[in-house]
C-alpha cells in the first residue's frame, strides 16, 4: 500500500481548485492502492474534500507566525514524512512548494522531478513528460515510484479529471493538528495579498500588455477587458522594470510563467523572453500596432490595430454577449 | 536591512509580499531588483567558448533515467482577423475556449 503526501491549499473554507485537479487525478491514478496524507497550513480544520477511493488522513501545519519555509518547520515536517514512512510527496507548484520539495528531496534523499506536464505508471516505474529550457523542450524520464518528489503545475489534472467540474462527490474531512517547531524561524512583521484580483499562476484568461499602452495612465481598458473576461492582467518586463505595473504582474523568463487557456497579449512585441512564459498557453492572441511584430508567428489570432480602438470594442462585445 | 544582526526582508508569497525579519547567518534567495540579470560582454562570450567545462556526477545516486528530448514547439493558428470583424474573434474564442 502506498504512503502518498499531498500538500492541498484552500481558498477561505473551499479547497483550491487547483489542489482539487491535483487530488482528483490521483484518485485515478492510484485507484484505491493507496493512503493519501493530505498536509496544509490554512485548512478550516474540517473541510469538505473529493470523496477519494483511498484512505485520508488530513494534517493541519501549525507553523505560527511564519510562511513555513524556514530550516527549522522543513526540518520537522521532514520528520513528520520520515515517520508516516511516506512513499510520495506530490505538491502544486507555488513560492513554498519548490522550497518544500527540495528539502524533502535533499534531507530524505527522494528524487524531485518539478515541472511535470504528464505522468504514467509502467511496471515498476513512472514516465514522465517535464518541461525544460523555459518551455522550449520536453524531457522524457523514467523515475522510480518510491522515494519520489512530484512538483505538478497549477491545474494539473484538470482537462483529464472526467467529472472535475461536475458534482464530485465529496466527503467532511477533520483535520489532525501538526505543531511543528519554531527554534529559529523568521518572524513575519507584515503580510500584504492582492486581494480581490485573480491570482496570474491560477487564471484561466489573462489579458496581457506591454509598452504599447504608452502611459501607466491608460491601464483601464486592459482593466476592463480582464473584468469582463474574469481575467487576470500581466505585463511584460519592460512594463514592470519601469514601475508602469508592479513587479508580480510581469510575465515572462524571469518572472512568472502562466499556463492559461486564452493568453491576450495587446502591445507587446513579442520578445523570446516574453515568450518563454507565456507558451504554455492554450491560445493566444495578439493585438498590435505593428504588422512585423514577432509575437503574431506566435499567436492564435492576430490583430493589427490600434489598442485603444480595438480594445474598447472589444469588451463591448464580450460584455453583450 | 541590515539592523542589529537582524535582517529586515520584503519576500515574495503566493498572492502578495510580506515584510519578514530573521537572524543570522542565513541564506538569502534574491530576485530582481537586487539580482539584476545582465547582458554578457563580447569578450565574456568569447572567453567562455574555450572555457573548460568540470563534469561533476552529483553525489546521491539518481533513480531518474533521461530516456529523450524533444522541441515542443505548439503549432499556432496564426491567423489575422481584420480589426473590425472583432465579432469573427470572439466567435472563434467562444468555440476554443468556451467563455
Known amino acids: 500500500m502506498k504512503n502518498l503526501a499531498i500538500f492541498i491549499d484552500f481558498k477561505g473554507v473551499e479547497l483550491s481548485s487547483y489542489s482539487n485537479s491535483l487530488l482528483l487525478f490521483a484518485d485515478e491514478f492510484f485507484g484505491s492502492d493507496v493512503i493519501y496524507h493530505l498536509f496544509s497550513t490554512n485548512s478550516p480544520g474540517q473541510a469538505s474534500l473529493p470523496n477519494l477511493k483511498g484512505s485520508v488522513k488530513a494534517y493541519q501545519i501549525n507553523a505560527k507566525n511564519s510562511l513555513y519555509a524556514g530550516s527549522a518547520e522543513l526540518a520537522c515536517l521532514g520528520n513528520k514524512i520520515a515517520e508516516h514512512k511516506i512513499d510520495e510527496v506530490w505538491l502544486s507548484k507555488s513560492n513554498t512548494s519548490d522550497s518544500i520539495g527540495s528539502f524533502i528531496s535533499s534531507s530524505l534523499e527522494f528524487q524531485i522531478v518539478p515541472n511535470i506536464k504528464q505522468i504514467t505508471k509502467q511496471g515498476d516505474h513512472y514516465v514522465i513528460q517535464k518541461s525544460i529550457f523555459s518551455g522550449k523542450a520536453i524531457a522524457n524520464l523514467e523515475v522510480q515510484t518510491s522515494q519520489f518528489v ?30 511543528l517547531d519554531l527554534n529559529n524561524a523568521y518572524t513575519i512583521e507584515k503580510m500584504e495579498t492582492h486581494d480581490g484580483t485573480i491570482p496570474l499562476p491560477e487564471a484561466a484568461i489573462v489579458v496581457g500588455a506591454g509598452r504599447g499602452m504608452k502611459d501607466p495612465g491608460n491601464w ?77 508567428k506566435h499567436a492564435d489570432y492576430g490583430i493589427v490595430g490600434d489598442l485603444f480602438d480595438v480594445l474598447p470594442r472589444l469588451t463591448k462585445i464580450i460584455k453583450e454577449m | 536591512m541590515l539592523k542589529e544582526l537582524k535582517l529586515n526582508l520584503e519576500v515574495e508569497i503566493d498572492g502578495g509580499k510580506a515584510v519578514v525579519s530573521c537572524n543570522l547567518p542565513a541564506v538569502l534567495g534574491c530576485q530582481e531588483p537586487i539580482a539584476e540579470w545582465k547582458i554578457p560582454s563580447m569578450r565574456g562570450i568569447m572567453t567562455a567558448r574555450t572555457k573548460e567545462i568540470k563534469i561533476i556526477s552529483p553525489s546521491i545516486s539518481s533513480g531518474q533515467v533521461h530516456v529523450s528530448e524533444v522541441i515542443n514547439e505548439t503549432n499556432r493558428k496564426q491567423m489575422m482577423i481584420p480589426s473590425d470583424q472583432l465579432n469573427m474573434l470572439v466567435d472563434y474564442l467562444k468555440q476554443d475556449v468556451q467563455f
Open chain 1, 220 to 296: 483601464g481598458i486592459i482593466e476592463e477587458l480582464a473584468n469582463a473576461l474574469r481575467a487576470a492582467t500581466a505585463c511584460s518586463k519592460p512594463v514592470s522594470d519601469i514601475n508602469w505595473r508592479p513587479h508580480h504582474e510581469h510575465v515572462g523568463q524571469t518572472g512568472i510563467k502562466i499556463a492559461p487557456k486564452l493568453y491576450i497579449a495587446c502591445g507587446i512585441s513579442g520578445a523570446i523572453q516574453h515568450l518563454a512564459g507565456v507558451n504554455g498557453s492554450g491560445k493566444i492572441v495578439v493585438i498590435n500596432t505593428d504588422p512585423e511584430a514577432p509575437f503574431f
Open chain 1, 150 to 179: 512530484g512538483i505538478f503545475p497549477k491545474g494539473f489534472g484538470s482537462d483529464s479529471n472526467s467529472n472535475s467540474n461536475s458534482n464530485v462527490d465529496v466527503k467532511s474531512i477533520i483535520f489532525e493538528s501538526l505543531d
